[in-house]
């Protein structure tokens, strides 16, 4: 204890060692301090450690055995010349104290007050255990000679008895004599499963992440996976494939909606005026007239365009007569187109002027040197 104290220590002026003798006498204190502030009725405070299970009798709590207790240490009596102890604490769960006391005669503690022992003792006898041999057998041993005889013959008996299981123990320590490479057998067994369980453990964290759970997986069994392999599921199509059939749907659709009724000369009709305003193509788009500019034409061009104009005309009477028959359904037309090529004028036909409005004259004629201003 001293060595790992400080030991420089602090002597007043009017010290004397002669005197004094030492510096708790100097002081008038005891070494111990505290512990020894009853020691002039014969009490030391100690550190008690409880030998064994006790009940308390004050708040009826366990007290295990172990725990420690600063307890007042004080002599009632002897034992022959072995003295005799005597413990008071209190309870830590109650202001009850207990009090214990040494028994020499067992080599125990006894319970003076205060609490009660569990009892926890077993025969040795009962549980087949080895047993030191008592004072008065073993004087009788070493003086009485038939007893000896009768002691032994009694220990042949017990160990004939005994035998068939000292072999079969012997055996099966025999079994585990190479420590080390059992050792390592075991070890080599753990690392195995160790490694096994990392890998599940990984699939189960990746199948959580993936599934956004967070409940505990458990472990597949054959059943489960069975019942997997009964089960099919179709993936849906990527975007891409999506985008892909939409703009197939879309190219597929009709242009007109089912509602309406189509009407398959009406769309012949279309297509033909779409073809005769492809024809006319290259023309000026812009008409002159409304830039203030007076175009005059050659015969041969008057003549021409005479006859396109009638062409035009008599496709446009065409078209809206069969829109009539179309829509009106039975209302009879009084015009016919003759086979000159003339139109005559009937009810529900526009004027021939408007016919051909329908139709731009694109002349180039823009560079004829006779077009004056």
């Not at 490694?195 to 059943?223: F, G, M, T, Y």
């Not at 703009?247 to 309406?260: H, Y």
């Not at 002159?288 to 008057?302: A, D, I, T």
Request: glycine share 6%; hydrophobic share 30%; aromatic share 6%.
């Amino acid at each position: 204890m001293g060595e790992r104290k400080g030991v420089n220590k602090y002597y007043p002026p009017d010290f004397d060692p002669a005197k004094h003798g030492s510096l708790n006498k100097y002081r008038n204190s005891h070494p111990l301090r505290e512990r020894a502030r009853k020691l002039s009725q014969g009490i030391l405070i100690i550190r008690f450690e409880m030998p064994y299970n006790i009940w308390c009798d004050g708040c009826q709590n366990h007290i295990g055995m172990g725990v420690r207790y600063n307890a007042e240490k004080k002599k009632v009596g002897n034992y022959y010349t072995t003295p005799i102890y005597r413990f008071r604490m209190k309870c830590h769960l109650c202001p009850n104290h207990i009090e214990m006391q040494t028994d020499p005669a067992s080599c125990d503690y006894v319970i003076v007050s205060g609490a009660r022992r569990k009892e926890e003792r077993w025969d040795g006898e009962a549980n087949e255990q080895i047993l030191t041999t008592a004072h008065e057998e073993k004087q009788k041993l070493e003086t009485d000679a038939m007893y000896r005889l009768e002691h032994g013959s009694k220990d042949q008996s017990k160990l004939q008895r005994a035998l068939p299981t000292l072999q079969n123990i012997q055996e099966a320590q025999s079994a585990w004599k190479d420590d080390f490479a059992l050792n390592s057998l075991l070890r080599r067994k753990f690392r195995e499963e160790k490694k096994v369980l990392q890998e599940e453990e990984k699939k189960d964290l990746a199948l959580q992440k993936k599934a956004n759970l967070c409940i505990p997986l458990v472990r597949e069994s054959d059943e489960d996976r069975h019942l997997a392999a009964l089960l099919k599921y179709q993936s849906l199509g990527s975007y891409e494939d999506k985008q892909k059939q939409k703009r197939s749907e879309i190219a597929d659709r009709p242009w007109f909606s089912p509602s309406q009724p189509s009407n398959t000369k009406a769309s012949d009709t279309v297509k033909r005026l779409a073809f005769a305003g492809k024809s006319t193509a290259g023309k000026s788009p812009v008409a002159m007239n409304s830039l203030g500019v007076v175009r005059r034409k050659s015969r041969e061009k008057e003549q021409s365009d005479m006859e396109e104009e009638n062409e035009a005309s008599n496709l446009t009477a065409h078209v809206c007569r069969q829109d009539q028959d179309s829509h009106t359904h039975g209302v009879s037309l009084d015009s016919s187109v003759g086979p000159e090529g003339g139109s005559q004028k009937a009810e529900g036909i526009p004027p021939s002027n408007l016919a051909a409005s329908l139709v731009a004259d694109y002349s180039d004629s823009a560079s004829d040197p006779e077009a004056e201003l």
